[in-house]
């Protein structure tokens, strides 16, 4: 009977549900190295409440954490195969996630009749309430969690927090994972507690255990996948992936890396990362506010340090007046902004891409510099290191947008080679130059770039600042012929960037006439709703934006090759703004989405042949 019920599939999706309190987004991540270690794909999406803490058991405080693993994963699945439910309140407002006779793992010990009020239900049955339609477990997790850690001492509220550990013991046993790595991974993060770690042990063998007995009742599944490409491969969030792309480029450009910033979520991981790395000689400092955080980053840029800041959306317009010092004084600088939903306050725990215009223009005066996006949780890591070459090699500041989904979700991720990322070249004062005392302040190399001179060389003294310098001696000016002069040049360098970075890439189908365009953390939905299109005969083009200011050097001549280019984004049309003022002849379509929440892929495919039937 059991070997009917084996589903082999080339991915499945979890989702984990439960209170704040519940633990599920440990448990999630959990699970999410133990696939990424036996080689999966995989692609998560941790879904935090906006409250800080609702009340136990309400609708408010319902936190989940969705897992996609198997082959060919780019997103984190539009729906689940199994949900988790610890509480009412987490099934009503997950089930909709749920697949059709998708299997609900749901905690009965949590499903009383107060619990059932807590949560806005009206009747006494639940599941005919909701509408649900699966194979429902009910699975007493309390009950058992309690019995298995019965006379070991534990106060009611620690056992009680074991409770997601049952969970994952089980879902480890249903999609058949070896439940001994997510012991492993337990007995690291409880090193010091090896007290916590037995009694989360205990729980965990617990689920695996009980799911031999259920397996006659729910379908159990199988993961098929190919072969991966050799090496030592982890689960990575976008913000660690960014701050690791941070500390290579610090290794690979042979500078201090120095990061100024102020807590702020969703950006605050990359300062809490760094801060740890003092062993690789990473500076990095929480200052009193948003405008310190990159001021002192640009003080350590002008004393010669791979200079970073990091924020969100709100943060990033506290920071504008210095940002645009660092233009006119043109010095290498980062600005990490993991973009929120907004404006104001905002959504801080959602996901949105509303800064792209701040990004752009978001300055006073002419103020150019590069505008970069990452595309997933593993390429924040490439990213980065990207963002600080182009900045140290071009003296310029250097805005990489993230955002909330990919800073927090998670995908499997291979630790590249030492050889595999190439030296970055300060743009220094030249030998020859600084000895014989013929350096200015703005002097510049054959692209435009001006050098970067560290104070204390001797030979080098100088000033720059926030006042016009002339372009030839670096003293201060008004002129009016000098000043435009100083913007062109500016702007000049950072359009010769464009001759720096890869060329426009396209995938999907090559004799489409139909393109869609999309930049930053949306790559993995529309590319799986494009994969999905051309399947079903229908032929779709996609070009992913990694760099937006410069643009590839061949956007044009590429979306100019198609009867209908489709720009789709998680704002009201931002980038397709930018496009229609750069190129106006492009015929450009839109599909927008400010919600708080990524795409789903469905309403992609919807959205692509809406447009396309038109």
Known sequence: MEQNKVQFRHSIVVRFSGDSGDGMQLAGNIFSNVSAGVGDQISTFPDYP??????????????????????????????????????????????????????????????????????????????????????????????????????????????????????????????????????????????????????????????????????????????????????????????????WGLIMASEKSGLTLFLGSYPITPATDILHELAKRRDLGVKACQMEDEIGGICAAIGASFAGNLAVTSTSGPGLALKSEALGLAVMAELPLVLIDVQRGGPSTGLPTKTEQTDLQQALYGRSGECPLVVMAALSPTDCFHSAFEAARIAVEHMTPVILLTDAFIANGSSAWRIPDEDEYPAIHPNRVPDDVAANGSWHAYDRDERGVRYWAVPGTPGLQHRVGGLEKDYTTGALSNNPNNHEHMVRARQQKVDNVALDIPELEVKGNPDADTIIVGWGGTYGHIYTAVEQLNAAGHPIAMAQLRYINPLPRNTREVLSRYKRVIVAELNSGQLARYLRSLMPELPISQINKVQGQPFLVAELVDGIMATTNN
């Not at 405080?61 to 009412?88: K, R, W, Y």
């Not at 599941?127 to 649900?132: A, N």
């Open 50 to 243: 906006a409250e800080v803490r609702a009340p136990q058991g309400t609708l408010g405080g319902v936190s989940g954490f969705q897992v996609h693993i198997g082959h060919g994963v780019h997103t984190p699945g539009d729906e689940c195969d199994v949900l988790v439910a610890m509480n009412p309140a987490a099934l009503k407002q997950n089930a909709r996630f749920l697949q059709r006779n998708g299997v609900a793992i749901i905690d009965i010990d949590t499903f009383r009749k107060q619990d059932l009020l807590k949560a806005e239900y009206t009747t006494d049955d639940p599941y005919t309430e909701i509408g649900l339609k699966a194979q429902v477990v009910e699975v007493p997790i309390t009950s058992m969690v309690k019995a298995a850690l019965d006379g070991r001492g534990m106060d009611p509220k620690s056992v009680l927090k074991c409770r997601n550990m049952f969970a994952l013991g089980l879902v480890c046993w249903l999609f058949n994972m070896p439940v001994e790595q997510a012991l492993t991974f337990l007995k690291h993060k409880f090193a010091r507690k090896p007290e916590v770690y037995e009694a989360n042990a205990i729980v965990v063998r617990g689920g695996y255990d009980y799911g031999h007995n259920i397996h006659a009742t729910v379908s159990t599944y199988r993961i098929k996948t190919d072969d991966v490409r050799p090496g030592t491969y982890t689960d990575v969030n976008g913000n660690t992936a960014t701050a």
